[in-house]
């Protein structure tokens, strides 16, 4: 945004509608494959862009605003999307430019978090479709987007407001015992995880991701999925000697039914590699 805005529909409108960048190996990937028509394929093109949570944005909002009279359901799935837009509107409607490394050129600190962010994302979403596989949920490729868009305003925050969000991160590095919601409201003027609801509700997105990013209602088993998913990607990113990590192990092992020893060896905590 060209002025910096405490208000929250104005950030909601100005996303809603912003060119949004991509990060810079899906755009070579994707490059990579357009040119080589023997290996571009529909699969190819999914592979690529899940990995991307501004793509996965992208693509979902451009299908929302170019729905069709005769669309019954809400596109979730990736795979799905680009099949009904088809390969080649999709390179032409959606190219992927600009990346990342494009819009935060002059702001190299700014752009090492958000990639942290995201590697977490990725973190989140292996986490939430390895525990759909091991309970046989129908509906593991929905919690898995859910749980890699989790933090989309965080990243978007990140790309368009990365002097607001280095406030906030050096705010809570100097008093650990600040609240998150505490800060963005002092910072930004409104909580980051409201803006993110309302922009999937002003995008028309499906309800079920903005239900399945609903913390509070943990009571149901795939937002319990994509909940606990983050927590732990977000925990474990700090190492695994996190002190939240303990009550982490506990909570999936009720989850999964499993003990936390097993839980720990299928997260990858016994390896001790860093997060």
Same mark, same amino acid.
């Given at each position: 945004?060209?002025?910096?805005?405490?208000?929250?529909? =104005?950030?909601?409108?100005?996303? @809603?509608?912003?060119?949004?960048?991509?990060?810079?190996?899906?755009?070579? =990937?994707? %490059?990579?494959?357009?040119?080589? =028509?023997?290996?571009?394929? !529909?699969?190819?093109?999914?592979?690529? /862009?899940?990995?991307?949570?501004?793509? /996965?944005?992208?693509?979902?909002?451009?299908?929302?605003?170019?729905?069709? =009279?005769?669309?019954?359901? &809400?596109?979730?799935?990736?795979?799905?999307?680009?099949?009904?837009? *088809?390969? $080649?509107?999709?390179?032409?409607?959606?190219?992927?430019?600009?990346?990342?490394? &494009?819009?935060?050129?002059?702001?190299?600190?700014?752009?090492? +978090?958000?990639?942290?962010?995201?590697?977490?994302?990725?973190?989140?979403?292996?986490?939430?479709?390895?525990? *759909? /596989?091991?309970?046989?949920?129908?509906?593991?490729?929905?919690?898995?987007?859910?749980?890699?868009?989790?933090? !989309?305003?965080?990243?978007?925050?990140?790309?368009?407001?990365?002097?607001?969000?280095?406030?906030?991160?050096?705010?809570?590095?100097?008093?650990?015992?600040?609240?998150?919601?505490?800060?963005?409201?002092?910072?930004? *003027?409104?909580?980051?995880?409201?803006?993110?609801? %309302?922009?999937?509700? +002003?995008?028309?997105?499906?309800?079920?991701? $903005?239900?399945?990013?609903?913390?509070?209602?943990?009571?149901?088993?795939?937002?319990?999925?994509?909940? !606990?998913? /983050?927590?732990?990607?977000?925990?474990?990113?700090? @190492?695994? &000697?996190?002190?939240?990590?303990?009550? &982490?192990?506990?909570?999936?092992?009720?989850?999964?039914?499993?003990?936390?020893?097993?839980?720990?060896?299928?997260?990858?905590?016994?390896? *001790?590699?860093?997060?």
């Amino acid at each position: 945004m060209n002025t910096i805005s405490n208000d929250i529909d =104005e950030w909601v409108a100005f996303l @809603g509608k912003a060119e949004i960048p991509v990060l810079r190996n899906t755009a070579r =990937e994707l %490059r990579r494959l357009q040119a080589d =028509e023997e290996k571009l394929s !529909l699969r190819g093109i999914t592979q690529v /862009v899940s990995q991307d949570p501004m793509m /996965v944005f992208r693509i979902l909002r451009y299908m929302q605003q170019h729905k069709r =009279e005769n669309q019954l359901q &809400d596109l979730i799935l990736v795979e799905q999307a680009i099949m009904m837009m *088809g390969m $080649s509107h999709f390179f032409r409607d959606l190219p992927p430019d600009p990346t990342v490394d &494009d819009v935060m050129r002059n702001d190299m600190v700014a752009l090492t +978090h958000l990639l942290k962010l995201i590697r977490r994302a990725h973190r989140a979403a292996h986490y939430s479709y390895e525990w *759909g /596989v091991m309970q046989k949920d129908f509906h593991v490729i929905e919690t898995r987007t859910a749980a890699l868009l989790h933090d !989309l305003a965080e990243m978007l925050l990140w790309c368009f407001a990365a002097d607001r969000m280095m406030a906030i991160f050096r705010m809570q590095q100097a008093d650990k015992s600040l609240r998150s919601h505490i800060v963005q409201m002092q910072v930004l *003027g409104f909580k980051i995880m409201d803006l993110q609801l %309302r922009l999937i509700e +002003h995008c028309e997105l499906p309800p079920l991701l $903005s239900r399945l990013m609903q913390d509070d209602a943990m009571g149901e088993q795939q937002v319990r999925n994509v909940t !606990l998913a /983050v927590k732990l990607a977000r925990h474990s990113a700090n @190492g695994w &000697d996190d002190a939240a990590l303990p009550d &982490d192990y506990k909570d999936i092992a009720d989850f999964l039914r499993i003990d936390t020893e097993k839980v720990k060896q299928i997260v990858g905590a016994d390896s *001790g590699n860093t997060a």
